[in-house]
């Protein structure tokens, strides 16, 4: 599976931005599709993840109620909707999938994207 993340870029906190990555997998709809983020100088951690319907969705407690993970299937493709960015929301934003929900979650997943740069200014 070979996974395309896009979308970031450079933008002023309050502002939105929605991040894609689209999987080369026929059997996209088979996977736990995860976002992750890695802040200069910090470990790569978990900020969303979504399951194979899109039924149940996870997020870090640092991003509820500001960012929304969705899937199309028929698009092979994952979002992250990012609202009311903050300038600690500034990291490079990696997409991942694996078929097992506890190996994506502890980061040990079989696929991960090549990460894409958020910027937020203060």
């Known amino acids: 599976v070979q996974l395309q993340a896009s979308g970031g870029g450079l933008v002023q906190a309050g502002g939105s931005l929605r991040l894609s990555c689209q999987a080369s997998?026929?059997?996209?709809?088979?996977?736990?599709m995860g976002w992750f983020r890695q802040a200069p100088g910090k470990e790569r951690g978990f900020v969303a993840a979504?399951?194979?319907?899109?039924?149940?969705?996870f997020y870090a407690d640092s991003v509820k109620g500001r960012f929304t993970i969705s899937r199309d299937n028929a698009k092979n493709t994952v979002y992250l909707q990012m609202n009311s960015l903050k300038p600690e929301d500034t990291a490079v934003y990696y997409c991942?999938?694996?078929?097992?929900?506890?190996?994506?979650?502890?980061?040990?997943?079989?696929?991960w994207g090549q990460g894409t740069l958020v910027t937020v200014s203060s």
């Open positions: 991942a999938a694996d078929k097992n929900r506890e190996l994506l979650f502890s980061q040990r997943g079989d696929y």
């Open positions: 979504i399951n194979w319907s899109g039924d149940y969705t």
């Open positions: 997998a026929r059997t996209f709809s088979s996977y736990v």
